[in-house]
């Protein structure tokens, strides 16, 4: 076997060692996260993104095929049609049952893709059934959350400094001070609202992505499937800080959420009495 030969083969078991150990690490390890060089979506933590995998799926086997069906005929069309196979062009201008065809066939594949689409919209739009409701307030350049079923807990969420992430190991641009915590399998409504500018409220691995508009209360939902913490950001740009405007979701069984609860209402002592009745009032609406 020749020197080239063995390099090549060396070279192409290593490389699969790597993308292997990156495989099987990646869903514990880095599932709630961006990854580096990473294509699709990050790995599913809740009911609507696991409906959002479908319907990607789904919509990409058609755009393949019709991709595919189209260049094959473009291929047909260059030797078949060429001025060397028919040096005598065909004076064809019509045809009835093609000019029918290729309206209705494209028709009929957009509304086969229109009724998932407008299914997975109204499914992640609202639930009926929330066990809490979690108001999100976005600031320049903060979140902001407000528990209205846990006696008005509210607190902020601020991105932890380069320097600190560095020295505590922290993950820089998404670790945040406090987090917002939810129960695992619960069905969690959010609320999200704006003080100033337009933010969006985008946490990838569980299909959350909601404006947070000045004026507007909009509403969403979430229900997390695992423990872990789940990250996002900003999804609008919003001013200079935009990209430090990070979002972090801690997912923790029912009575560790409970004792967090009885330990926050400490932490983040606050007297508001407006924010319940806010989100009494639009829940009330909107029903």
Known sequence: MTKPMQFFRRLMAVCTAILSAGA???PGAMAQQPR???M????SFSPV???????????????????LFVGALLVVVMLKFNRKANPTPSQTSHHTGLEIAWTVIPILILVGIAIPSFRLVFFQDRTNDAAMTIKVTAHQWYWEYTYPDSQNLNFR?????????RRTGKIRLLDVD???????????RILTSSTEVIHSFFIPSLGVQRYAIPGRTIETWVNVTAPGIYY????????????????????VPAEEFDAWVAEAKKKFATDTTEAPVQVAAVTERQR
């Open 24 to 26: 099987m690490a990646a």
């Open 36 to 38: 580096p060089w990473q």
């Open 40 to 43: 699709g979506f990050q790995q």
């Open 49 to 67: 993104m696991d409906r959002i995998e479908s319907l990607h799926t789904g919509v990409l086997w058609v755009i393949t095929i019709i991709t």
């Open 157 to 165: 969420s601020d991105l932890i400094p380069d320097d600190e992430a």
């Open 178 to 188: 406090n987090p917002m915590v939810v129960p695992v399998g619960k069905n969690i």
């Open 232 to 251: 996002g950001q900003c999804n609008q740009i919003c001013g200079k800080d935009h990209s430090r405007m990070p979002i972090a979701v801690r997912a």
